[in-house]
């Protein structure tokens, strides 16, 4: 069995801080024929992103379970044959078809969820704590929502497209960082809520950004820590909001989420050390809040369409040219 974990970069340093037990991760485990399956799954109680791959097939079902109240949300990545998949909620065996690829699953974890696949597998499994989700219905002017429709053998479009974005970075050492994967988890939170929950009376909801005192203590923190290992939770915290209505009131004050404006002030970070310093592109990238040389150098092009080498003997040929000369 082969398994590789990921929840923020630089996970393995020796100057990275100790995981917390609530932080948000992606794995991703792979079976071959050789491999024990577990009867039972146990997930933490938090927010995770598993890939579970296959290439054999179970022989006996495997039973899910979660350490706190959350909903199981299972996509599969490959097509499966009838009579190859079956999952039971409650010990009720459902009903289900031919599996094809990215159709979805949405039961409850107090269900005490089981599947069995009697040929070769790959899916993806999100477990969504039910805190969490409550957050995001109070944010959204929704009350606290008790029950979710259970789905199996679903097409939802929005559910595969989302599985998409983060099915490159599922068990890379370079996956997403913690600030990243908080907030893919309030965009498939709101997603589940709207389609899936059994929802009350729409009340109000608050509009709006930041106000001046919450736009520099998040641009203080988030500044703090480059490398992007904070919580979304903490920052809402040191602004008095919840994660959810600091997530969007942050998007509607600068423009983006807070990770993506983080990785443009890496970026800011990085240029100006290329320019003002001689420092290897590995220190910089270090500096800059970047795991490596490789994601640097792979952000960096994104961003500028060249290479951080590229960009610095650039600027430096600009800086002496005629027109550039005291």
């Known amino acids: 069995m082969k398994k590789a974990h990921t929840g923020e970069p630089n996970r393995d340093s020796a100057h990275s801080r100790e995981v917390c037990a609530e932080d948000p991760f992606t794995t991703h485990i ?67 078809t031919n599996v094809s690829a990215f159709r979805s699953n949405v039961i409850d ?28 219905a109070a944010d959204l002017g929704f009350g606290r929502v008790r029950n979710y429709r259970l789905s199996v053998v679903e097409d939802d ?29 309030l965009i498939l939170g709101a997603h589940l809520l709207q389609r899936y929950g059994v929802l009350q009376k729409m009340g109000k909801v608050s509009k709006g950004g930041l106000a001046p005192w919450q736009k520099r203590r998040a641009a203080e923190l988030l500044r ?33 989420a807070p990770h993506k404006w983080l990785i443009e002030r890496r970026i800011e970070v990085g240029k100006q050390l290329l320019r003002q310093t001689t420092k290897l592109i590995s220190d910089i990238a270090i500096q800059s809040g970047f795991r490596d040389q490789t994601a640097f150098t792979r952000t960096f092009r994104q961003a500028t369409g060249i290479s951080p080498g590229q960009w610095r003997r650039y600027i430096a040929a600009r800086a002496i040219e005629p027109k550039n000369l005291a």
């Open 224 to 256: 703090e820590n480059l490398d992007g290992r904070i919580r979304l939770a903490d920052v809402a915290r040191e602004c008095s909001l919840s994660a959810s209505h600091f997530a969007r009131s942050f998007k509607e004050t600068f423009g983006m």
């Open 109 to 136: 974890f107090d269900s005490e969820p089981r599947c069995w696949a009697g040929k070769a597998f790959d899916y993806v499994h999100y477990t969504v704590p039910r805190l969490g989700l409550d957050d995001i």
């Open 30 to 96: 792979k079976l071959d024929a050789r491999s024990a399956a577990p009867s039972t799954f146990r997930t933490p109680g938090t927010f995770t992103v598993t890939r579970l791959e296959s290439l054999a097939g179970l022989p006996d079902r495997i039973t899910k379970l979660s350490s706190v109240p959350a909903l199981l949300v299972s996509i599969s990545l490959k097509s499966l044959p009838l009579h190859s998949y079956q999952v039971w909620a409650a010990d009720k065996l459902l009903p289900t």
């Open 157 to 185: 479009l929005v559910l595969a497209q989302i599985t998409r974005s983060i099915l490159p970075f599922i068990g890379r050492r370079d996956g997403p960082s913690l600030l990243a994967l908080d907030q893919f988890s």
